[in-house]
């Protein structure tokens, strides 16, 4: 698997949660809240003529500071990749939740379009337009609250939001007709336009305009006549009409949606788009935190914050306040995965006084008998953890086996410059000098102290129990389906089986009859579908055979399947999966 130096002793990758055209997104934990973060991953090698939307999209987040816009925590970039530490939100697409509800009432639909209007409200009072408003780009977090993604093809009007844009660009069913027509348009007419689309889709359960035919799809939208399904009230109808209207300059303004009759109803209020979010607000406590654990005062590090905007620092503090939030304890410590081989790892640790290390903007190497290993999980494969500056790594490295070794050590570190790329400004990384006396300790001849011998005995009878632990380790993975908790309920199918293999080997069969290459790992399967040639991957999902629990109280189960599209138009994975689902006859 790839590593990524940038993200060594800060982020601890797990899963990938999602891929794009030219980026990747992981789940991983911040190493010192044990907090989890989404990480969007991206090539500059892949990103050519694209680079400087990605440049647009940073500007845009770091400007942007609303509680229904994802938050960005840290940006880290390196000569060959950008790095960008959002806000992770556990509830999956709003598109899942399309897909399991198979539509949502009108009041439900209501509650996540005040949410996504308020978002695009504040989105175009900071002169910015999205130009990519779907399902797929609007996430939910525990609590179901909304949040709006994915700012790669968004652009800031110049000089101002009314200004006429020319760039093409968005998904073809959530284009606007002028978009088709190749017109010069307001980027605020087409989000209209998308969240209306949007918003059948919620109402509907399916897209107003579809087709597999790019051509026929256009015409369609250019025309602007769709099905209107009977259990749409004639508030539900009118909206719609307001939005989806194929003359610009008649659609229904941002500004005039806020107070609409129908996004009002329940509520008697119009929607406020004012943040709830501050970019950087003091709280003590926190700063507290991070001052006692970076050994400074808490001026300084308050200081340090609000110099060092989106760094490595600046995202522990939002992460702190994020767990204040929760009602969570604060504290910073070295969260570490719960492998075999970690825990024997944590044995080798020994206490130490790292009151002389100054740790502002660095990654702070411990000495020999403090370092610790990198986690074993699929993006670390359980080698030796790096600082992100490699010029210590040759010094800090193992205990040496022998005391003959010792001899030849190089001398001990002293205080060296070194270059912070993520933060683009220079610090100093300190180690911790030896006494004078540290090292005449450590005998020069054959001979050796008890003392030596103790530690090359505990070594060697740490490598073997390694070695013994790492394979089991191996052999157990996905021995048995997950067992899903109350809080990961979304995206699920219940089934009518009792036996897990029986599903796993009927979701087999059913993807075969459709055509669809597929991999079996464990209790997931992983379909593949190839675009006309078969060499493009036109789709990708994974479904994983998974047990539920029945109740609270309860210890009995009944067999689901978790759905998750990797790659690929979320409609298309949607007509797959209820396919899939009939033929494996599971519902």
């Not at 009878?461 to 908790?485: D, Y």
Request: with cysteine; charged share 25%; proline share 5%.
């Amino acid at each position: 698997m790839v590593r990524h130096a940038a993200l060594k002793n800060i982020y601890e990758t797990e899963k990938t949660i999602g891929t794009g055209g030219f980026a990747k997104v992981k789940l991983a934990r911040h190493l010192l809240t044990g907090e989890k973060v989404a990480i969007k991953i991206m090539d500059k090698d892949c990103l050519g003529d694209d680079l400087p939307r990605v440049k647009m999209e940073l500007e845009a987040l770091k400007n942007l500071s609303h509680h229904h816009i994802c938050k960005l925590y840290q940006v880290i970039e390196t000569e060959t990749h950008f790095f960008l530490i959002m806000e992770y939100c556990s509830g999956g697409e709003l598109f899942d939740h399309i897909v399991q509800c198979k539509r949502l009432s009108e009041m439900e639909s209501r509650s996540f379009f005040r949410q996504i209007l308020a978002a695009v409200a504040y989105l175009h009072s900071k002169g910015y337009v999205h130009r990519d408003i779907k399902p797929e780009n609007v996430l939910l977090d525990k609590d179901q609250s909304v949040k709006l993604i994915d700012f790669g093809l968004c652009a800031k009007p110049c000089p101002a939001i009314n200004a006429y844009l020319e760039t093409a660009c968005g998904s073809p069913t959530y284009a606007a007709p002028e978009l088709i027509k190749g017109d010069k348009y307001l980027g605020e007419g087409i989000d209209v336009w998308s969240m209306g689309v949007m918003l059948y889709a919620l109402l509907c359960g399916c897209l107003p305009f579809e087709s597999e035919k790019i051509d026929v799809l256009y015409k369609h939208i250019v025309s602007g006549h769709y099905q209107t399904p009977e259990h749409l009230s004639e508030g539900s109808r009118k909206i719609l009409r307001d939005m989806l209207e194929t003359d610009p300059t008649k659609r229904i303004t941002i500004r005039e949606l806020l107070s609409h009759p129908w996004v009002q109803l329940g509520y008697n209020e119009p929607v406020s788009f004012a943040s709830l979010s501050q970019e950087l607000r003091l709280d003590n406590n926190c700063v507290n935190t991070m001052a006692a654990h970076f050994h400074m005062s808490a001026e300084e590090m308050w200081r340090h914050l609000t110099v060092e905007q989106y760094g490595s620092h600046a995202a522990t503090y939002q992460l702190l306040l994020s767990r204040k939030k929760q009602g969570l304890p604060l504290r910073l410590g070295q969260y570490t995965s719960r492998t075999p081989r970690s825990r024997l790892q944590s044995m080798r640790r020994t206490g130490g006084n790292r009151g002389n290390v100054d740790t502002k903007g660095t990654y702070v190497m411990l000495p020999t008998s403090q370092t610790q290993t990198a986690q074993n999980d699929k993006e670390n494969g359980g080698k030796q953890m790096q600082p992100p500056d490699v010029t210590p790594a040759k010094i800090l490295r193992k205990r040496p086996r022998s005391p003959q070794r010792d001899s030849c050590a190089s001398p001990a570190p002293k205080k060296m410059a070194t270059t912070d790329k993520q933060h683009g400004s220079g610090t100093k990384l300190q180690i911790p000098k030896r006494s004078n006396g540290s090292e005449p300790n450590t005998p020069n001849n054959r001979t050796s102290s008890p003392s030596s011998r103790l530690l090359n005995s505990i070594e060697r009878k740490f490598q073997h129990v390694r070695r013994v632990l790492t394979p089991k380790r191996r052999s157990t993975e996905s021995a048995q389906p997950v067992l899903l908790s109350a809080k990961n309920m979304s995206n699920i199918s219940t089934t009518s089986s009792n036996s897990p293999d029986q599903v796993r080997e009927e979701l087999i069969k059913a993807l075969n009859n459709r055509g669809i290459e597929c991999v079996c790992k464990g209790y997931s399967v992983r379909g593949k579908l190839q675009a006309a040639g078969g060499k493009v991957c036109k789709l990708s999902f994974e479904l994983e055979v998974c047990l539920i629990p029945t109740s609270a109280n309860s210890c009995g189960s009944v067999v689901g399947i978790r759905r998750k599209r990797l790659k690929g138009d979320a409609w298309s994975y949607k007509r797959v999966c209820e396919d899939i689902l009939n033929m494996a006859d599971l519902k």
